[in-house]
DNA sequence: TAGCATACTAAGCAGTTGCTTAGCCAAGGT
DNA sequence: ACCTTGGCTAAGCAACTGCTTAGTATGCTA
């Protein structure tokens, strides 16, 4: 698992000791939240004295945001990819929620920190991330909006009904995993089955 | 809004100066989160010097305890009672979104508290909580089961179905309010008919 | 060989934290 | 008149915070 939290994190480009950092900072973040996490815990959990972090990072709120933005990022990049595709507006729907959600159980460590710790961030970097935030957001409001326009989808409110598509998935990070929980492509699938019934694909008479 | 929510949280019962620290403990809680509060914050914004704070609660945790069961024990008492009511499945469900949503739309502060300061509790005072919220997640997956017996929903996975539901009300805790947002009861209204349409209720052709 | 950069550690600093102490003061009982 | 009680404050303590400093070991380059 942490190796693929290191995989996720990872940009090739960067040094080792940095995302061993990245990783232990995860953990912490996601488990204690950002205020209750020392820059001591961090280190000790990344094997170093806690000096070290400071060669990597210039400080504790920089860890945050690198972990933020990359996060950010991959989940941008996954709605972007899935809504991109050729398909009808049915079928990306069902996927974007199926890969959406199961990145969300699978990466819930990354995911909570991403979504839960984004206040901690300082104001220029909280920018950042706020408007890959947007286009996320904006993104689904499209596709949904694709799809009544095909007349596969019935829907009175886009706005409401995207963020409540987006909350199904990002609350997942709130409490995955849980005892005798689903795995996370079982969710996936799941949930994007009750998401296309809320915006009345599927199983209308027409 | 600090009148509704010193009512919401003000047992009679409390003398007048516990009351003003727990509204303020839930503002500063929900805007910052518990950890990056301190004990000065909560003092300050209740009119006191810090000490002070020790003649009502025993601790900073203690704080949290009251506003974290106080929370959770409305949320639960709002299930129970529409769940209660002398009505079709469908009418109930309809009915528990609409005011469990709205309740997490009006009292957004107390519920960020109640839903995401959850594990800065000790632990005795988390296993309190945590059977609120067992009960709460018991009584929708009996209302579900009644309406799949009913004929009134079709759902598969009852267990995903309830987590799915409780998710969009708990997830606005974390986003409520925003620009140009909508009005408590009219996201009540939104959601209860997108929770309606997941279920399988409704727009079926029986 | 000398010089320099990188990655690290041990020690510690200044500021902040939750909480305690000692004491003040007005109200109420006897 | 005297004592107790409840609610408060000013001052401060020990522990801990993010971060810095000074110095060390290692490897690369000239």
Redo the contacts with the bound molecule.
Sequence with gaps: MTDQLRMDLGHRTQ?E?ARRLMAAAVTSFAERGYHA????DI?SAA??????M???F????ALLSAISRTGHRKALDLVRSVVARDEPAAKRMHDLVAEFTCWHAQQHLVARVVQYELHALPDEDFAVVAELRRETERLVRELITDGIASGAFDVDDVKGAARAVLSLAIDIARWYPHAAGPAPEELGQGYAALVLRMLGAGDRCE
């Design positions: 040094p000791a996490t020392t820059t001591r280190a094997g170093m004295s806690p000096a070290a400071y060669v990597h210039p400080s504790k709120a």
